[in-house]
């Protein structure tokens, strides 16, 4: 049982430059989302997916794209990459019900933009 | 507007001694409180939650408490061991399953 495995682990592109940060999880749960994590901000939620087939935006959804693929795998896009969207990217995985059930993360991505 | 706040960027105890760190909120809709540990250059790690039904929760060395009243809430560990060194994070949850984190609090226990 891997849990919440993220690819990759390190990244730098320069600006303007695309890339899709992927994320799978094999514990058959049903939520999945995409955090950043910024020195004393906390982890921020950028895009959440409740269910398969459907994604919702977070708190700061903007310069990003989701993708939930199926059950498994959720991924997260940068269409045009920007210096501000440097920072450690997290996925998490949980049940969905009921609410309270804990989320669990993926060791992360470190993304440096140029 | 941060609507989960941890004041404390960090935190220093010795070994054996207690631990406490604090958390604020000021979304009276939240009812659900979690605490998560980081190393790092992995993940956070769910460590102890406690629903708003409850004023405490225990689990071995750690216990949260919840004053609603204050909107605060706090993470006592007892004692504390080297190993506790870590980010903590304290969540926020009143929806479906999304959480508000604050800005983590940095413990190092020292020998």
Redesign the interface.
């Known amino acids: 049982n891997a849990g919440?495995t993220q690819t990759p682990k390190f990244q730098v592109l320069k600006t303007g430059q695309s890339m899709t940060l992927q994320c799978a999880q094999d514990m058959n749960h049903n939520?999945m989302?995409w955090?950043r994590q910024d020195p004393?901000?906390?982890?921020?939620?950028i895009y959440?997916s409740?269910s398969e087939g459907t994604t919702d935006k977070?708190?700061v959804p903007n310069g990003y794209n989701v993708s939930r693929l199926n059950k498994r795998e959720f991924s997260l896009r940068l269409e045009s990459a920007a210096p501000s969207q440097t920072s450690v990217y997290?996925c998490?995985s949980?049940v969905?019900r009921p609410?309270?059930?804990?989320?669990?993360?993926?060791?992360?991505t470190r993304l440096l933009v140029l | 507007d941060q609507q989960v706040k941890q004041n404390s960027p960090s935190l220093s105890v010795q070994e054996g001694r207690i631990s406490i760190l604090n958390c604020d909120y000021t979304n009276s809709m939240f009812d659900y409180f979690l605490w998560y540990k980081k190393y790092p250059a992995e993940g956070p790690t769910f460590l102890i939650s406690i629903s708003s039904i409850k004023d405490k929760n225990e689990d071995g060395r750690f216990t949260v408490f919840l004053n609603k009243s204050a909107k605060h809430l706090s993470l006592h560990i007892v004692p504390s061991q080297p190993g506790d060194s870590a980010v903590y994070f304290c969540a926020a949850g009143g929806g479906y399953n999304k959480l508000i984190f604050g800005a983590g609090t940095r413990l190092a226990v020292h020998p």
């Open positions: 919440v939520s989302y955090y004393g901000m906390g982890l921020r939620l959440y409740a977070g708190e997290f998490a949980s969905g609410k309270e059930e804990t989320q669990y993360f993926g060791p992360g």
